[in-house]
C-alpha cells in the first residue's frame, strides 16, 4: 500500500500527486496540485498522453507533450509501477516502462493469465 499516484482531477483541470501510506487504502497525503499548464485541458472523453518521469526522489509529469510541474519526495527508493482509475471511466494505452535494467515492457503474453484460462474453462462447460 506504499506508491506514488499521479492522479488526472478532470472538474478542475489538475493533476495531483499523492503520497499512499501503509495502514489503510485511504491512508495518504497530497504532496502537489497542479493546474494544467500550457493550454492543456483534462476532459472526459479524449485522449492524453501522459508521461511520469521519475529519477530517485524527483517526479515530473507531462500532459501532451508539456511539462506540468516537478515535485521531490524520497519517502519511498523503490517499486513498481501501474495504472488506475478511480470512480471514472478510464482506457490505457501504449503503457511503457523505461530505466536502468528493465526490459521487455511493451509485449504482453496473454498465455495462462485469468481471462484465457477462464475462456478455456467456459468452453468446456
Known amino acids: 500500500m506504499e506508491y506514488y499516484v499521479y492522479y488526472l482531477n478532470v472538474p478542475n483541470n489538475k493533476t495531483e500527486l499523492w503520497r499512499h501510506k501503509d495502514g489503510a487504502w485511504n491512508a495518504r497525503d ?3 496540485q497542479i493546474p494544467a499548464v500550457e493550454k492543456v485541458q483534462i476532459k472526459n472523453g479524449e485522449w492524453i498522453d501522459m508521461k511520469v518521469v521519475v529519477e530517485g ?3 515530473q ?3 501532451n507533450g508539456k511539462l506540468q510541474g516537478e515535485h521531490k519526495d524520497d519517502a519511498y527508493k523503490t517499486g513498481q509501477v501501474g495504472v488506475w482509475a478511480w470512480e471514472t471511466e478510464a482506457s490505457f494505452d501504449d503503457f511503457t516502462v523505461m530505466g536502468d535494467n528493465i526490459k521487455d515492457t511493451l509485449a504482453v503474453e496473454p498465455n495462462n493469465k485469468l481471462a484465457t484460462t477462464w475462456g478455456r474453462l ?3 462447460y
Open 61 to 63: 509529469i507531462h500532459l
Open 30 to 32: 497530497n504532496i502537489a
Open 57 to 59: 526522489s524527483e517526479f
Open 122 to 124: 467456459k468452453r468446456v
